[in-house]
C-alpha cells in the first residue's frame, strides 16, 4: 500500500552534480524520518544522510558539506543535492522513510526500489 519511488539517477563526471528525488504515496497517515542510503558493489550499505519530519539533518562524514538532504511534506517527498561528486560515491541510492500508514498506530519502515549514481569520466 506504501510506495517509494526513487529518480534523477545518471552518470556524472567527477565534480558534478545531481539531485535525488523520492516520492512517497499509498496509504499514508503521515511519515516520520526519512533518508537516503546507498550500496555500492562490495561495501557495506550505509546511511548516507536523514532528516526528521521537522527538518532536522544529519549526515555520513563522507559527504558532509557535500551533500543536502532535504523534504516536502506536502508532496511526501525527500530530496538529496549531491555536489561535488567522486566516483567513490557511485552506488545505488535508495531512499527509507517511516511511515504511519492509514489506520494503523505504528510506523513501518519502508524502502524504494533505487536508484543507481555512477560518477565516472
Known amino acids: 500500500q506504501v510506495q517509494l519511488v526513487e529518480s534523477g539517477g545518471g552518470l556524472v563526471q567527477p565534480g558534478g552534480s545531481l539531485r535525488l528525488s523520492c516520492a512517497a504515496s499509498?496509504?499514508?497517515?503521515?511519515?516520520?524520518?526519512m533518508g537516503w542510503y546507498r550500496q555500492a558493489p562490495g561495501k557495506q550499505r550505509e546511511l548516507v544522510a536523514a532528516?526528521?519530519?521537522?527538518?532536522?539533518?544529519n549526515y555520513a562524514d563522507s559527504v558532509k558539506g557535500r551533500f543536502t538532504i532535504s523534504r516536502d511534506n506536502a508532496k511526501n517527498t525527500v530530496y538529496l543535492q549531491m555536489n561535488s561528486l567522486k566516483p567513490e560515491d557511485t552506488a545505488v541510492y535508495l531512499c527509507?522513510?517511516?511511515?504511519?500508514?492509514?489506520?494503523?498506530?505504528?510506523?513501518?519502515?519502508?524502502w524504494g526500489q533505487g536508484t543507481q549514481v555512477t560518477v565516472s569520466s
Open positions: 527509507n522513510a517511516d511511515v504511519k500508514r492509514m489506520w494503523l498506530y505504528d510506523y513501518k519502515a519502508f
Open positions: 532528516i526528521t519530519s521537522g527538518g532536522s539533518t
Open positions: 499509498g496509504s499514508i497517515f503521515s511519515i516520520g524520518a
